[in-house]
């Protein structure tokens, strides 16, 4: 059983940044994939960033050059550093983990088993 808590969303202006935190429990966190996805109003929840267990990083495409996206195995987190947000960020951002062999790909929200209860990120002027 793993138990995620994301910190670090707030309100923020156009072209601010914002850090977002996934505390992990668990001894094992070191052999999860990790993603990060997020879900607007009247939206279906989207995929944003990965990190998988070997180090592997993906984004979708909406997010690169601004968003970076890291773990630090030691402290069982992993974080989302937001740069030059935009309106169209605004959303709940959740973090999800897993550690089952799947065939699903990382920006498969279906492949997590385990999700945070999300943080709002609200960017306006």
């Known amino acids: 059983q793993v138990k995620l808590v994301e910190t670090g969303g707030g309100l923020v202006q156009p072209g601010g940044s914002l850090r977002l935190s996934c505390a992990a429990s668990?001894?094992?966190?070191?052999?999860?994939?990790m993603g990060w996805f997020r879900q607007a109003p009247g939206k279906e929840r989207e995929f944003v960033a990965a990190v998988s267990w070997p180090g592997y990083i993906y984004y979708t495409d909406s997010v690169k050059g601004r968003f970076t996206i890291s773990r630090d195995n030691a402290k069982n987190t992993v974080y989302l550093q937001m740069n030059s947000l935009k309106p169209e960020d605004t959303a709940i951002y959740y973090c999800?983990?897993?550690?089952?062999?799947?065939?699903?790909?990382?920006?498969?929200?279906?492949?997590?088993?385990?999700w945070g209860q999300g943080t709002q990120v609200t960017v306006s002027s």
């Open positions: 668990g001894r094992t966190f070191s052999s999860y994939d």
């Open positions: 999800a983990a897993d550690s089952s062999p799947s065939r699903l790909g990382v920006s498969a929200a279906s492949r997590y088993g385990y």
